[in-house]
């Protein structure tokens, strides 16, 4: 039977204060509950509306809720009639000798943070380190962004300048998307590595490009006035040609 206090609690996670507290962040929708459900992440708690089981028999192992209180859970103007409760993780390592890794310097949009993990993935990328001044994973919105891909991929916050130092020491070459750097669409040698992004208003920050080793810069065409590209889709265009076969 789910109580008030549980409704409340559920609430309460729409704030990262009390994701960080109890360990437990939500997933909504019926595509997403579909991944989470068939990942290694464990739910704690699954609800779902009567309308919503009428209509998708594969969740019955939902607890039925009425709509007044789905709307409570729900951090959505139009609650998806079915609502997860995860716990979060416990904080992972890198896979074993990645090919390449997705650093993110500072990304502060939550729907570029859910794309950047979903594009990683499209790659073949499986390893994300976020400096830790990101957006939380866990946020409502990142998760909804990834479409299911934050339950396949490996995100770490850590310090980022002491990750990359470790990163050179082991000879990965630190690929950074610089205005001022060489051609992406010339580079002939593709070393393994990590590929850094810098947020949305301010770029890779003054210190951390002192550790990249490669910068890297997408051409404009015939010196178009746009400033920058955003995050995301600077992201989908350096990995796309880095992991291109030669």
């Not at 010339?186 to 210190?207: A, F, L, N, T, Y």
Request: glycine share 8%.
């Amino acid at each position: 039977m789910l109580t008030k206090n549980t409704i409340k609690q559920i609430a309460s996670l729409r704030q990262q204060k009390f994701r960080k507290e109890l360990g437990l962040f939500v997933v909504e929708g019926r595509k997403m509950t579909a991944e989470l459900l068939s990942s290694d992440f464990e739910t704690v708690g699954l609800y779902a509306t009567d309308a919503f089981l009428t209509n998708n028999p594969d969740f019955q192992d939902a607890e039925t809720v009425s709509e007044v209180q789905m709307a409570q859970m729900s951090g959505q103007d139009t609650p998806p009639g079915i609502l997860a409760v995860v716990k979060i993780p416990e904080k992972r390592s890198l896979s074993s000798n990645p090919r390449f890794i997705l650093a993110l310097d500072g990304i502060a949009n939550p729907g570029n943070m859910g794309t950047l993990i979903r594009t990683a993935e499209w790659f073949g990328i499986h390893d994300i380190v976020c400096s830790t001044d990101c957006v939380e994973v866990w946020n409502p919105k990142v998760v909804q962004a990834t479409m299911g891909s934050l339950f396949r991929i490996n995100v770490i916050e850590t310090d980022l300048v002491g990750f990359l130092i470790q990163q050179q020491a082991q000879g990965k070459a630190v690929y950074g998307a610089l205005l001022e750097g060489e051609n992406l669409f010339g580079i002939k040698q593709k070393p393994d590595g990590i590929i850094v992004i810098g947020s949305e208003s301010h770029g890779i920050r003054s210190e951390v490009i002192p550790h990249i080793t490669r910068a890297v810069t997408i051409p404009r065409i015939n010196n178009s006035a746009t400033e920058s590209l955003n995050a995301s889709v600077a992201a989908g265009i350096i990995i796309a040609e880095l992991t291109r076969p030669v």
